[in-house]
Protein backbone atom coordinates (compact mmCIF):
# COMPACT_ATOMS: atom_id res chain seq x y z
CA UNK A 1 0.00 0.00 0.00
CA UNK A 2 1.30 3.20 -1.48
CA UNK A 3 1.77 6.01 1.69
CA UNK A 4 -0.24 9.16 2.09
CA UNK A 5 1.99 11.96 1.37
CA UNK A 6 1.43 15.07 3.24
CA UNK A 7 1.58 18.09 0.81
CA UNK A 8 4.02 20.51 0.32
CA UNK A 9 3.79 24.00 2.01
CA UNK A 10 2.89 25.56 -1.38
CA UNK A 11 -0.08 22.72 -1.65
CA UNK A 12 -1.74 23.97 1.64
CA UNK A 13 -1.01 27.45 1.75
CA UNK A 14 -2.69 27.53 -1.74
CA UNK A 15 -5.58 25.21 -0.31
CA UNK A 16 -5.73 27.61 2.64
CA UNK A 17 -6.40 30.57 0.39
CA UNK A 18 -9.09 28.39 -1.17
CA UNK A 19 -11.01 28.08 1.47
CA UNK A 20 -10.93 31.47 2.26
CA UNK A 21 -11.99 32.59 -0.24
CA UNK A 22 -14.93 30.24 -0.12
CA UNK A 23 -15.70 31.93 3.20
CA UNK A 24 -16.02 35.28 1.82
CA UNK A 25 -19.55 34.11 -0.10
CA UNK A 26 -20.82 32.48 3.08
CA UNK A 27 -19.68 34.83 5.89
CA UNK A 28 -21.61 37.99 6.71
CA UNK A 29 -19.06 40.96 5.56
CA UNK A 30 -18.24 43.53 7.96
CA UNK A 31 -16.52 46.79 8.52
CA UNK A 32 -16.11 48.07 11.94
CA UNK A 33 -16.07 52.09 12.30
CA UNK A 34 -12.19 53.28 12.28
CA UNK A 35 -10.47 56.14 13.79
CA UNK A 36 -7.45 57.57 14.12
CA UNK A 37 -5.12 56.55 17.01
CA UNK A 38 -2.74 59.25 17.47
CA UNK A 39 -0.56 57.22 19.94
CA UNK A 40 -0.10 54.18 17.56
CA UNK A 41 -0.31 56.67 14.58
CA UNK A 42 -2.96 54.57 12.45
CA UNK A 43 -6.22 53.49 12.36
CA UNK A 44 -8.42 51.60 14.88
CA UNK A 45 -11.95 50.11 15.34
CA UNK A 46 -13.88 51.48 17.62
CA UNK A 47 -15.36 48.66 20.10
CA UNK A 48 -19.51 48.50 19.59
CA UNK A 49 -19.53 50.48 16.01
CA UNK A 50 -19.46 47.28 13.91
CA UNK A 51 -22.14 47.49 10.86
CA UNK A 52 -22.70 45.25 7.79
CA UNK A 53 -21.36 46.03 4.27
CA UNK A 54 -21.58 45.06 1.02
CA UNK A 55 -20.13 41.42 0.32
CA UNK A 56 -17.25 41.27 -1.97
CA UNK A 57 -16.99 37.22 -2.26
CA UNK A 58 -13.46 36.56 -3.78
CA UNK A 59 -13.41 34.01 -7.20
CA UNK A 60 -10.96 32.50 -9.19
CA UNK A 61 -9.57 35.64 -10.47
CA UNK A 62 -8.92 36.91 -6.63
CA UNK A 63 -7.39 32.96 -5.96
CA UNK A 64 -4.78 33.42 -9.10
CA UNK A 65 -4.24 36.99 -7.47
CA UNK A 66 -3.65 36.26 -4.20
CA UNK A 67 0.30 34.86 -4.32
CA UNK A 68 0.78 38.29 -6.61
CA UNK A 69 -0.55 40.46 -4.11
CA UNK A 70 0.83 38.56 -1.36
CA UNK A 71 4.40 40.75 -2.60
CA UNK A 72 2.52 43.84 -3.06
CA UNK A 73 -0.81 45.94 -4.20
CA UNK A 74 -1.59 46.21 -7.93
CA UNK A 75 -3.49 49.28 -7.07
CA UNK A 76 -1.25 51.50 -5.01
CA UNK A 77 1.91 49.38 -5.67
CA UNK A 78 1.94 49.75 -1.56
CA UNK A 79 4.76 46.77 -0.84
CA UNK A 80 3.26 43.85 1.29
CA UNK A 81 5.50 40.89 1.74
CA UNK A 82 8.11 42.06 -1.03
CA UNK A 83 10.25 43.35 0.85
CA UNK A 84 10.71 40.44 3.42
CA UNK A 85 11.13 37.74 0.50
CA UNK A 86 13.37 39.93 -1.03
CA UNK A 87 15.57 39.95 1.81
CA UNK A 88 15.41 36.29 2.07
CA UNK A 89 17.03 36.37 -1.25
CA UNK A 90 20.13 38.46 -0.63
CA UNK A 91 20.36 36.48 2.59
CA UNK A 92 20.77 33.33 0.48
CA UNK A 93 23.24 35.21 -1.84
CA UNK A 94 25.25 36.40 1.20
CA UNK A 95 25.26 32.45 2.76
CA UNK A 96 26.57 31.48 -0.70
CA UNK A 97 29.87 33.87 -0.97
CA UNK A 98 30.33 32.59 2.57
CA UNK A 99 29.88 29.35 1.81
CA UNK A 100 31.94 29.17 -1.64
CA UNK A 101 35.08 30.86 1.05
CA UNK A 102 34.97 27.41 2.91
CA UNK A 103 34.91 29.29 6.31
CA UNK A 104 31.51 27.83 7.26
CA UNK A 105 32.76 24.07 6.87
CA UNK A 106 35.99 25.24 8.67
CA UNK A 107 33.98 26.86 11.24
CA UNK A 108 31.43 23.50 11.96
CA UNK A 109 34.71 21.22 12.05
CA UNK A 110 36.37 23.38 14.52
CA UNK A 111 33.55 23.68 16.46
CA UNK A 112 32.38 20.20 16.57
CA UNK A 113 36.20 19.38 17.74
CA UNK A 114 36.01 22.31 20.92
CA UNK A 115 32.68 21.10 21.78
CA UNK A 116 32.92 17.00 21.56
CA UNK A 117 30.82 15.71 24.05
CA UNK A 118 28.91 18.28 25.18
CA UNK A 119 27.43 19.43 22.08
CA UNK A 120 23.56 19.12 23.89
CA UNK A 121 24.60 22.55 25.82
CA UNK A 122 24.35 24.31 22.83
CA UNK A 123 20.70 23.76 22.82
CA UNK A 124 19.63 26.04 26.18
CA UNK A 125 22.64 28.43 24.81
CA UNK A 126 20.99 29.31 22.03
CA UNK A 127 17.38 29.15 22.59
CA UNK A 128 18.29 31.21 25.25
CA UNK A 129 19.50 33.84 22.80
CA UNK A 130 16.46 33.68 20.42
CA UNK A 131 14.04 33.14 23.21
CA UNK A 132 15.82 36.90 24.18
CA UNK A 133 15.31 38.17 20.84
CA UNK A 134 11.58 37.10 20.65
CA UNK A 135 10.93 38.72 24.27
CA UNK A 136 12.64 41.69 23.37
CA UNK A 137 11.81 43.24 19.67
CA UNK A 138 9.12 39.74 18.59
CA UNK A 139 12.31 38.12 16.77
CA UNK A 140 10.61 36.72 13.22
CA UNK A 141 11.26 37.65 10.01
CA UNK A 142 15.15 37.92 11.54
CA UNK A 143 15.26 34.50 12.21
CA UNK A 144 15.42 33.14 8.72
CA UNK A 145 19.32 33.26 7.60
CA UNK A 146 20.11 30.93 10.73
CA UNK A 147 18.61 28.13 9.31
CA UNK A 148 21.23 27.70 6.84
CA UNK A 149 24.05 28.55 9.67
CA UNK A 150 22.42 26.19 12.46
CA UNK A 151 21.26 23.14 11.12
CA UNK A 152 24.45 22.14 9.36
CA UNK A 153 26.21 22.42 13.01
CA UNK A 154 23.18 20.57 14.12
CA UNK A 155 23.40 17.64 11.98
CA UNK A 156 27.35 17.16 12.38
CA UNK A 157 27.36 17.44 16.25
CA UNK A 158 24.47 14.19 15.60
CA UNK A 159 21.44 15.54 15.53
CA UNK A 160 18.98 15.78 12.71
CA UNK A 161 17.51 18.97 11.38
CA UNK A 162 14.58 19.26 13.25
CA UNK A 163 16.68 19.75 15.59
CA UNK A 164 18.27 22.92 14.23
CA UNK A 165 14.49 24.01 13.06
CA UNK A 166 13.34 23.51 17.05
CA UNK A 167 16.29 26.12 18.43
CA UNK A 168 15.36 28.64 16.23
CA UNK A 169 11.83 28.31 15.86
CA UNK A 170 10.73 27.52 18.72
CA UNK A 171 13.40 29.86 21.02
CA UNK A 172 12.41 32.90 18.87
CA UNK A 173 8.64 31.58 19.08
CA UNK A 174 8.59 31.27 23.03
CA UNK A 175 10.16 34.49 23.46
CA UNK A 176 7.32 36.10 21.25
CA UNK A 177 4.88 34.36 22.96
CA UNK A 178 6.56 35.22 26.29
CA UNK A 179 6.91 38.48 25.15
CA UNK A 180 7.54 41.45 27.68
CA UNK A 181 8.83 44.75 26.32
CA UNK A 182 8.28 43.43 22.56
CA UNK A 183 7.25 46.72 20.92
CA UNK A 184 5.47 45.10 18.10
CA UNK A 185 3.34 42.95 20.42
CA UNK A 186 3.24 44.09 24.07
CA UNK A 187 3.99 47.95 23.85
CA UNK A 188 1.38 48.19 20.74
CA UNK A 189 -1.22 45.99 22.78
CA UNK A 190 -0.71 48.02 25.51
CA UNK A 191 -1.54 51.57 24.02
CA UNK A 192 -4.42 50.10 21.92
CA UNK A 193 -5.75 48.70 25.43
CA UNK A 194 -5.21 52.38 26.56
CA UNK A 195 -2.40 51.09 29.48
CA UNK A 196 1.35 51.20 30.59
CA UNK A 197 3.16 48.61 28.55
CA UNK A 198 4.85 47.68 32.16
CA UNK A 199 1.70 46.89 34.09
CA UNK A 200 1.05 42.85 33.68
CA UNK A 201 5.04 42.68 33.30
CA UNK A 202 5.56 39.84 36.04
CA UNK A 203 2.86 37.57 34.74
CA UNK A 204 4.54 37.66 31.10
CA UNK A 205 8.02 37.32 32.64
CA UNK A 206 6.72 34.02 34.05
CA UNK A 207 5.42 32.56 30.86
CA UNK A 208 8.81 33.56 29.14
CA UNK A 209 11.20 31.58 31.72
CA UNK A 210 8.58 28.41 32.24
CA UNK A 211 7.95 28.38 28.75
CA UNK A 212 11.31 28.69 27.56
CA UNK A 213 12.24 25.41 30.59
CA UNK A 214 9.87 23.42 28.68
CA UNK A 215 10.66 23.90 25.63
CA UNK A 216 14.61 23.62 26.14
CA UNK A 217 13.81 20.28 28.29
CA UNK A 218 11.60 19.19 25.52
CA UNK A 219 14.00 19.66 22.24
CA UNK A 220 17.09 18.59 24.37
CA UNK A 221 14.84 15.10 25.08
CA UNK A 222 14.02 14.60 21.48
CA UNK A 223 18.11 15.69 20.31
CA UNK A 224 19.39 12.98 22.91
CA UNK A 225 16.94 10.24 21.73
CA UNK A 226 17.95 10.85 18.25
CA UNK A 227 22.04 11.30 18.95
CA UNK A 228 21.39 7.67 20.90
CA UNK A 229 19.39 6.13 17.78
CA UNK A 230 19.17 8.11 14.67
CA UNK A 231 16.15 5.79 13.51
CA UNK A 232 14.24 7.37 15.85
CA UNK A 233 14.41 10.63 14.44
CA UNK A 234 11.27 12.10 12.63
CA UNK A 235 13.51 12.64 9.45
CA UNK A 236 15.74 9.35 9.49
CA UNK A 237 14.70 8.62 6.27
CA UNK A 238 16.13 11.47 4.61
CA UNK A 239 19.44 11.34 7.21
CA UNK A 240 21.58 10.65 3.70
CA UNK A 241 20.11 13.65 1.61
CA UNK A 242 20.24 15.38 4.29
CA UNK A 243 24.04 15.21 5.23
CA UNK A 244 24.84 15.88 1.42
CA UNK A 245 22.36 18.79 1.14
CA UNK A 246 23.44 20.60 4.74
CA UNK A 247 27.13 19.09 4.52
CA UNK A 248 27.42 19.85 0.86
CA UNK A 249 28.60 16.45 0.37
CA UNK A 250 32.00 16.61 1.46
CA UNK A 251 33.83 13.35 2.78
CA UNK A 252 36.97 14.66 2.57
CA UNK A 253 38.74 16.59 5.10
CA UNK A 254 37.19 19.57 5.96
CA UNK A 255 38.87 22.86 5.08
CA UNK A 256 41.38 24.23 7.41
CA UNK A 257 40.54 27.35 9.62
CA UNK A 258 42.95 30.00 8.23
CA UNK A 259 43.59 33.55 9.27
CA UNK A 260 41.13 34.62 6.22
CA UNK A 261 38.47 32.09 7.04
CA UNK A 262 38.57 33.50 10.97
CA UNK A 263 38.46 36.88 9.16
CA UNK A 264 35.56 35.90 7.33
CA UNK A 265 33.95 33.93 10.08
CA UNK A 266 34.25 37.49 12.09
CA UNK A 267 32.68 39.43 9.72
CA UNK A 268 29.69 36.73 9.39
CA UNK A 269 29.20 37.34 13.19
CA UNK A 270 29.09 41.04 12.80
CA UNK A 271 26.88 41.48 10.31
CA UNK A 272 24.18 39.78 12.28
CA UNK A 273 25.17 41.74 15.70
CA UNK A 274 24.73 44.38 12.95
CA UNK A 275 21.37 43.67 11.63
CA UNK A 276 20.13 43.04 15.55
CA UNK A 277 21.42 46.27 16.80
CA UNK A 278 19.75 47.95 13.44
CA UNK A 279 16.20 45.93 13.93
CA UNK A 280 16.25 46.93 17.67
CA UNK A 281 17.92 50.48 18.00
CA UNK A 282 18.34 51.89 14.67
CA UNK A 283 14.76 51.47 13.41
CA UNK A 284 15.50 49.42 10.10
CA UNK A 285 13.62 47.11 8.45
CA UNK A 286 13.96 44.71 5.48
CA UNK A 287 15.50 47.40 2.90
CA UNK A 288 18.10 48.05 5.12
CA UNK A 289 18.71 44.66 6.18
CA UNK A 290 18.87 43.75 2.61
CA UNK A 291 21.43 46.46 1.62
CA UNK A 292 23.93 45.38 5.14
CA UNK A 293 24.14 41.50 3.48
CA UNK A 294 24.68 43.08 0.13
CA UNK A 295 27.48 45.05 1.21
CA UNK A 296 28.68 42.55 3.41
CA UNK A 297 28.59 39.75 0.95
CA UNK A 298 30.63 42.09 -1.31
CA UNK A 299 33.30 42.69 1.92
CA UNK A 300 33.79 38.50 2.04
CA UNK A 301 34.49 38.36 -1.44
CA UNK A 302 37.30 41.04 -1.32
CA UNK A 303 38.33 39.50 1.83
CA UNK A 304 38.53 36.12 0.38
CA UNK A 305 40.00 37.24 -3.17
CA UNK A 306 37.04 35.75 -5.18
CA UNK A 307 36.77 36.64 -8.61
CA UNK A 308 33.83 38.59 -9.92
CA UNK A 309 32.80 35.68 -11.28
CA UNK A 310 33.10 33.65 -8.58
CA UNK A 311 31.59 36.36 -6.61
CA UNK A 312 28.48 37.11 -8.57
CA UNK A 313 28.25 33.46 -9.09
CA UNK A 314 28.13 32.44 -5.51
CA UNK A 315 25.43 34.74 -4.32
CA UNK A 316 22.85 33.99 -7.36
CA UNK A 317 23.20 30.39 -6.94
CA UNK A 318 22.78 31.30 -3.02
CA UNK A 319 19.86 33.03 -3.52
CA UNK A 320 18.56 30.61 -5.86
CA UNK A 321 18.78 28.44 -3.42
CA UNK A 322 15.99 30.46 -1.17
CA UNK A 323 13.61 31.34 -3.92
CA UNK A 324 11.32 28.70 -2.62
CA UNK A 325 11.28 30.75 0.94
CA UNK A 326 10.56 33.79 -0.91
CA UNK A 327 7.57 32.63 -2.74
CA UNK A 328 5.88 30.71 0.36
CA UNK A 329 6.37 34.17 2.06
CA UNK A 330 4.38 35.70 -0.48
CA UNK A 331 1.61 32.85 -0.82
CA UNK A 332 1.13 33.09 2.72
CA UNK A 333 0.71 36.81 2.60
CA UNK A 334 -1.59 36.68 -0.02
CA UNK A 335 -4.45 34.08 2.11
CA UNK A 336 -4.77 37.00 4.56
CA UNK A 337 -5.47 39.60 1.51
CA UNK A 338 -8.28 37.79 0.51
CA UNK A 339 -9.64 37.43 3.79
CA UNK A 340 -9.22 41.43 3.81
CA UNK A 341 -10.63 41.89 0.31
CA UNK A 342 -13.01 39.66 1.48
CA UNK A 343 -14.36 42.30 4.20
CA UNK A 344 -14.56 38.58 6.58
CA UNK A 345 -11.91 39.58 9.28
CA UNK A 346 -13.62 42.04 10.90
CA UNK A 347 -16.70 40.00 11.01
CA UNK A 348 -14.72 36.99 12.70
CA UNK A 349 -13.64 39.59 15.55
CA UNK A 350 -17.12 40.65 15.99
CA UNK A 351 -18.49 37.29 16.39
CA UNK A 352 -15.73 36.83 19.71
CA UNK A 353 -16.94 40.16 20.59
CA UNK A 354 -20.54 38.60 20.93
CA UNK A 355 -19.60 35.66 22.33
CA UNK A 356 -17.59 36.92 25.27
CA UNK A 357 -20.51 38.72 26.66
CA UNK A 358 -21.12 38.06 30.46
CA UNK A 359 -18.50 35.46 31.23
CA UNK A 360 -17.07 34.27 34.52
CA UNK A 361 -13.37 35.81 34.63
CA UNK A 362 -11.22 32.81 34.41
CA UNK A 363 -13.73 31.47 31.65
CA UNK A 364 -13.20 35.27 30.11
CA UNK A 365 -9.61 35.42 30.16
CA UNK A 366 -9.37 32.00 28.74
CA UNK A 367 -11.72 32.68 26.29
CA UNK A 368 -10.23 35.38 25.25
CA UNK A 369 -6.75 33.40 24.91
CA UNK A 370 -8.19 30.84 22.59
CA UNK A 371 -9.70 33.99 20.68
CA UNK A 372 -6.79 35.29 20.02
CA UNK A 373 -4.95 32.29 18.98
CA UNK A 374 -7.58 31.60 16.50
CA UNK A 375 -7.49 35.16 15.27
CA UNK A 376 -3.69 34.84 15.06
CA UNK A 377 -3.60 31.86 12.74
CA UNK A 378 -5.86 34.37 10.30
CA UNK A 379 -3.84 37.38 11.19
CA UNK A 380 -0.46 36.61 11.54
CA UNK A 381 1.26 39.96 12.24
CA UNK A 382 1.35 40.35 15.85
CA UNK A 383 1.06 44.14 15.53
CA UNK A 384 -1.81 44.01 12.94
CA UNK A 385 -3.77 41.76 15.41
CA UNK A 386 -2.57 43.68 17.88
CA UNK A 387 -4.48 46.93 16.38
CA UNK A 388 -7.41 45.31 15.26
CA UNK A 389 -8.72 43.37 18.50
CA UNK A 390 -7.92 45.51 21.54
CA UNK A 391 -9.69 48.12 20.95
CA UNK A 392 -12.87 45.73 20.91
CA UNK A 393 -11.63 43.31 23.07
CA UNK A 394 -9.67 45.21 25.83
CA UNK A 395 -12.92 47.41 26.91
CA UNK A 396 -15.01 44.04 27.74
CA UNK A 397 -12.65 43.18 30.69
CA UNK A 398 -13.65 46.74 32.27
CA UNK A 399 -17.29 44.72 32.29
CA UNK A 400 -15.65 41.20 33.49
CA UNK A 401 -13.96 42.77 36.24
CA UNK A 402 -10.23 42.40 35.68
CA UNK A 403 -7.49 44.46 34.53
CA UNK A 404 -6.62 45.16 30.98
CA UNK A 405 -3.12 44.10 31.55
CA UNK A 406 -4.33 40.34 31.57
CA UNK A 407 -5.87 40.20 27.88
CA UNK A 408 -2.82 42.13 26.82
CA UNK A 409 -1.17 39.56 28.35
CA UNK A 410 -3.66 36.77 26.28
CA UNK A 411 -3.00 38.43 23.37
CA UNK A 412 0.85 38.33 23.20
CA UNK A 413 0.77 34.96 25.19
CA UNK A 414 -1.72 33.59 22.03
CA UNK A 415 -0.26 35.82 19.11
CA UNK A 416 3.28 33.87 19.73
CA UNK A 417 1.78 30.70 18.12
CA UNK A 418 2.22 31.61 14.27
CA UNK A 419 5.98 31.54 15.12
CA UNK A 420 5.46 27.98 16.24
CA UNK A 421 2.97 26.30 13.66
CA UNK A 422 0.69 28.11 11.37
CA UNK A 423 0.51 27.33 8.07
CA UNK A 424 -0.51 31.17 7.16
CA UNK A 425 2.94 32.36 8.99
CA UNK A 426 5.57 33.10 5.72
CA UNK A 427 8.31 32.38 8.60
CA UNK A 428 6.91 29.05 9.43
CA UNK A 429 6.83 28.10 6.39
CA UNK A 430 9.86 29.56 5.12
CA UNK A 431 11.87 28.27 8.55
CA UNK A 432 10.68 24.62 7.33
CA UNK A 433 11.54 24.98 3.85
CA UNK A 434 15.38 25.42 4.54
CA UNK A 435 15.38 22.46 6.81
CA UNK A 436 13.94 20.79 4.31
CA UNK A 437 10.75 19.37 7.36
CA UNK A 438 7.65 18.75 5.91
CA UNK A 439 4.41 20.53 8.01
CA UNK A 440 3.17 17.25 8.88
CA UNK A 441 5.97 16.12 10.39
CA UNK A 442 6.41 19.33 11.97
CA UNK A 443 3.04 18.94 13.43
CA UNK A 444 4.14 15.10 14.74
CA UNK A 445 7.03 16.88 16.50
CA UNK A 446 5.62 19.95 18.31
CA UNK A 447 2.06 19.14 19.01
CA UNK A 448 2.97 17.45 22.26
CA UNK A 449 4.83 20.61 23.04
CA UNK A 450 1.91 23.13 21.96
CA UNK A 451 -0.82 21.51 24.53
CA UNK A 452 1.94 21.32 27.14
CA UNK A 453 2.15 25.36 26.72
CA UNK A 454 -1.31 26.11 26.25
CA UNK A 455 -1.83 24.24 29.81
CA UNK A 456 0.70 25.77 31.15
CA UNK A 457 -0.33 29.64 29.68
CA UNK A 458 -4.07 28.59 30.87
CA UNK A 459 -3.23 28.13 34.10
CA UNK A 460 -1.33 31.18 34.73
CA UNK A 461 -4.39 33.63 32.94
CA UNK A 462 -6.09 31.97 35.49
CA UNK A 463 -3.82 32.34 38.39
CA UNK A 464 -3.50 36.43 37.66
CA UNK A 465 -7.30 36.26 37.78
CA UNK A 466 -7.53 34.82 41.15
CA UNK A 467 -3.86 37.14 42.23
CA UNK A 468 -6.13 40.11 40.79
CA UNK A 469 -9.09 39.81 42.92
Known amino acids: MKKIKFPSAYTILFMLTIVMAALTWIVPAGQYQMEKNEALGREVPVAGSYQPVDANPQGIVEIMMAPVQGFYDPASYAARAVDVALFVLVIGGFLGVVTRTGAIDAGINGSMARLKGREKWMIPLLMGLFALGGTVYGMAEETLPFYALLIPVMIAAGYDSIVGVAIIMIGAGIGCLGSTINPFATVIASNAAEINFMEGFGLRLAILVLGWLACVFYVMRYAEKVKRDPSRSLVAHQKEDNERHFLHGKTQQAPELTRTRKLILAI ?148 GLPNLVTPTSGIVMGGLAIGRVSYGTWLKFIGPLLGVLTLMVMALLSLGVILGN
Open 268 to 415: FALTFGVMMWGVSAGGWWMAELSALFIAASILVGLVARLSETDLTGSFIDGAKDLLGVALIIAIARGLVVVMDNGNITHTILHYAEDLLSGMHQIVFINAIYFIEAVMSLIVPSSSGLAVLSMPILAPLADFSGIGRDLVVTAFQSAS
